[in-house]
Structures are given as C-alpha cells and as structure tokens.
C-alpha cells in the first residue's frame, strides 16, 4: 500500500464493476469519448495567433474574428473555467456585467484548453499557436525517451531537458520581433523559467509580486507604444482551487481579487486597447475518498514500466516487448474496476481521435501507450511515485471533461475616459 491506505479497496472497485465481461467486451462498451478540442477555430491556441492578425502580422489568421484595436492585452487566468465562472458569477460583479453586454460580435465566448488540460500544455499552445502534438508538451510530466524517465514540464524541468529543443517552434512573441512590441506581465521567478523559454520566450518580460502591482506594469506596457501585445498571467485562483477547491470560499475571495483587477484595467488601459480574458483550463473538486493510489492495485501496474501526467489523466508507459494482448488485458483490468468513472484508451486511439492535433515525429513516444482519463469527479495516484502529500489536493484537472476543458473568452471593454472623469 506504499504507506496509504487506498480510499477504495480492490473489494470494493470490483463489486462496483462489470467484473463477468471479457477484455474485448469491457474495452467495446465505453462510452463514447468526447469530440477533441477545437483547435484552429476555438482553441486556447487561437488567442495570441489571432491578436497577431489584428495587429496587422500577416502570416497569422485572426480565426476568433476578434475586433480591430491598436493595442491588445490578453489576461491569462489559471484555473479559471467557465462553468465556474458562471457559477461564481454573483463573486464577479464586474466580469458578470460583461458577460451580458457581450453579444459575441462574431467570436466565439467559449475556448477549448488544449489536452491534456493542464497549464504547460495549454500554456504551450496559446504561447506558440500550435497544437500539443507539434510543441511536445503534452503532460504535466511526461516520459522522455531520449533519457528512458519522467521529466517534469512545468516547474522542475529536468538538468537533462533543453526546453529549446523540446518545443522548437517559434511563439508568437519571436513572429511579432522587430513588427509589434510584446510584454510578458508575470511573477518574476518565471522571467527565466524553463517553461517560459520552452512556450513563451520573446518580448520584454516585467515582473510583479501582487496581482495590483502585474495590473499596473500590464497598463504602463500598453500606453508605452503606439501598438502593443501584453500577456498578463493571473496565477492565484488555480492555488487557491489546488489547495481549497473551486467550491470554496478562498477560491470565491481570490475570484473577486481578480474582478476587482480587471476592473482597475478596464479603467486605466489606453482608450484603443482590446482587452482579452481567457483560461487555461477547468477545474473539478475530487473529494478526499475518491483519490486513489492506482498503484496498491498489482493488475493496474502489471507491465507498466513508467507512470506520468496528471491525476486526471494518467499516462502509462508498458515495458518494451510486451505483445497488444498484454496491453488490452491491462486496459480491461483498468475498465473492470473504474469504467463507470473513466475512459482508458490507446495512445493510437488518442491521436486518432485528434485530442493532441496533428503529431509531428517524436511526440508520440512522449504519450503513454495506455491513457487513463476521469470522466468523475475521481483521481488517480501513484504513491511509488508521487508523495503522499499529492493526495491533498482538492481541485484538479487534466482530464476532457466539460468542466475541464471550456474555458472563458470575454471581451472587456476599456471604460470611456469621459466615465473615467465623472467617477472622479
């Protein structure tokens, strides 16, 4: 048991299942699995290619048909999706005013994170408008062939990993050198960080602590030049969804810090700025009974040789050599005790399916052999991997699910300055 006693025993996942039907008839009656994400129409992808095309950089297409404006801010919440934004909407006076007034006007108010739906996948993406198979980042950690382990791709990037290499493409801040001047707005232990370099290099990088202060050095940005591209990454709600929930009151608090933000730059961008809100990703509440160390579960590792990504979307990696009869019967043992609560398929399934977009050589060997996708509100863990501690996180994501994977496009109109002077 690795130290953990499994929120759901062996006993118990088995009763629970459809444990008389063979391998082919576990794998035959899943569900049908989500549609991929939108990519090249509403994807996270799309944002900054299309703020790219407004600006006037021809090789980009403004595929979200996003208005004309001289400068353009496009605010990056972490954690922020749409279900809960609507569901917090009384937590959000100013953001819910927005929502209202905005008709659309031709572009789409709901995005697709990228998949898995996870920051530096997603990151990766809105960073240099590709898909998860062109840029590689297709997990929280994911194996690396190269080295035969896993290597983190977000916080603690392995010694061994050049992220330059690892995601070659250009982002769209390098596209934009020497034509539109780009601002990088965040905290300032990311200036340098492996994954800004891997998704999000170029431009000028000003770093702030407080979220008044990242409001502040985003405005300055914008009224510096005649036309301007600002990313503004907001961090604090996914801390506060990771530790308390997104059903929670820290999560609510940090909510209204954010309305309280965009509101002070609504009010202080230039009068030509579109100013555009966004997300990475979803978020679901797993309560603390339904995390559950997979590993305590021999038939659930047999023959696997590496685990990775996230709770919510594991990645299984078999030992070489393994014949597909082995492979089917892991998938069916995975079906026979947690079918009701996830999809399991094949790595050739997934790409087949569209979920990481078109695949450019080498990337697929990044994704497990076998995927492991919540379709609950459950989580799975590896405790010979992972610490204990992992299990204490309560809002998680990584998974397809709805609540996961649409995220916000909002519009937020710059308030008049002749407003501006009666408030005064």
Request: charged share 20%.
């Amino acid at each position: 048991m690795h130290g953990w006693a499994a929120p759901i025993t062996a006993a118990d996942a088995v009763a629970a299942s459809d444990a008389t039907l063979t391998a082919e008839e576990l794998l035959a009656a899943q569900p049908a699995l989500p549609a991929a994400p939108a990519y090249g129409t509403a994807g996270i992808g799309d944002v900054l290619r299309s703020a790219a095309a407004v600006l006037g950089e021809k090789s980009f297409s403004n595929v979200l048909n996003l208005p004309a404006a001289k400068r353009i801010c496009v605010v990056l919440v972490d954690g922020l999706g749409k279900a809960q934004l609507k569901q917090r909407a009384s937590h959000a006076p100013f953001l819910r005013g927005v929502m209202a007034a905005d008709s659309g006007g031709g572009h789409p108010r709901t995005l697709h994170a990228a998949f898995p739906s996870t920051t530096a996948t997603s990151l990766s993406s809105l960073g240099t408008g590709t898909v998860p198979g062109q840029h590689g980042m297709v997990g929280y950690d994911v194996l690396d062939p190269r080295q035969d382990k896993v290597v983190n791709l977000l916080g603690n990037w392995d010694a061994g990993v050049d992220p330059l290499r690892w995601q070659p493409f250009p982002t769209i801040f390098e596209s934009l050198e020497g034509s539109v001047p780009c601002t990088t707005v965040s905290l300032p232990h990311f200036a340098t960080s492996p994954m800004t370099r891997a998704a999000l290099r170029g431009g000028t990088f000003r770093g702030a602590v407080s979220t008044h202060a990242r409001v502040e050095q985003a405005v300055e940005a914008l009224a510096a030049t005649p036309r301007a591209l600002v990313y503004l990454y907001w961090s604090e709600l996914d801390k506060a969804g990771h530790a308390h929930g997104a059903d929670s009151h820290q999560w609510e608090r940090q909510l209204e810090e954010l309305d309280a933000g965009m509101k002070r730059l609504a009010a202080a961008a230039p009068a030509d700025t579109l100013i555009l809100l966004t997300a990475d990703h979803g978020m679901v509440d797993v309560p603390r009974n339904a995390r559950i160390d997979y590993s305590a579960f021999e038939d659930l590792v047999d023959g696997v040789r590496h685990t990775a990504g996230e709770p919510r979307m594991v990645h299984l990696y078999l030992e070489a050599g393994l014949p597909e009869s082995h492979r089917d019967r892991l998938m069916a043992a995975w079906l026979e005790r947690f079918g009701k609560k996830a999809w399991v398929l094949t790595r050739e399934q997934a790409i087949a399916a569209g979920y990481f977009g078109e695949m450019r050589e080498g990337v697929g060997e990044r994704i497990g052999d076998i995927l492991v996708l919540a379709r609950e509100a459950v989580a799975f863990y590896d405790l010979r991997r992972v610490r204990t501690a992992a299990m204490e996180v309560v809002g998680q994501h990584g998974s397809i699910t709805k609540g996961e994977r649409e995220v916000p496009l909002l519009r937020i109109p710059v308030t008049p300055k002749q407003a501006r002077g009666k408030r005064r």
